[in-house]
């Protein structure tokens, strides 16, 4: 078995282990960056399959929460606008992986969708993506990702309660 294999092998436990109650959301997160960065301490910088587009959305993903959760630590709005300015980046960068896998997958076997979130600054900006044959869920606020998946005919319009609600709505 590979090492992106025993990687999301291990996500998928740790997502089975918070599932069961047996981690919290801040435990999961934690968890996965270290996992992460275990495997490696950096992305993919040529992206040539689907598995490591998948690592990197999941690296910049947990790198976003981790400067997320950091600058909740700060009152000093300096600090915080460091700390925000790595989550705007890192996100953007999820979204560049996300929109690889995408191309990478031709987008078959792709659904997406808005979803249902207790946040009012994502209402009907936070979309769920199915990757089907792949068995994962992405998330995006990206116009960009949006408008390709709405002309690739994988985007229904509506809102949708979210495959993994519980985790999406709570907090961390």
């Not at 040539?48 to 709005?77: I, P, T």
């Not at 792949?134 to 949006?146: Q, V």
């Not at 509506?158 to 709570?170: A, L, Q, W």
């Amino acid at each position: 078995m590979n090492a992106l294999q025993k990687y999301f092998d291990y996500r998928q436990a740790l997502i089975d282990q918070y599932v069961k109650g047996d981690l919290t959301k801040k435990e999961y997160l934690n968890k996965n960056l270290d996992a992460v960065l275990a495997l490696k301490d950096e992305p993919f910088k040529r992206v040539d399959s689907v598995e490591k587009g998948l690592f990197n959305y999941q690296f910049f993903n947990a790198m976003a929460k981790d400067a997320y959760m950091e600058a909740r630590k700060y009152s000093d709005k300096e600090f915080c606008y460091i700390y925000t300015e790595q989550v705007d980046y890192y996100y953007d960068r999820k979204d560049g992986a996300t929109m690889k896998i995408l191309e990478l997958l031709d987008f078959r076997d792709v659904e997406s969708y808005f979803i249902k979130v207790k946040s009012r600054d994502l209402k009907n900006r936070l979309f769920e993506i199915i990757l089907k044959e792949k068995g994962m869920i992405l998330h995006s606020t990206s116009e960009a990702i949006l408008n390709r998946l709405r002309e690739e005919n994988c985007f229904s319009e509506g809102v949708r309660k979210s495959v993994i609600d519980g985790y999406i709505n709570h907090k961390y």
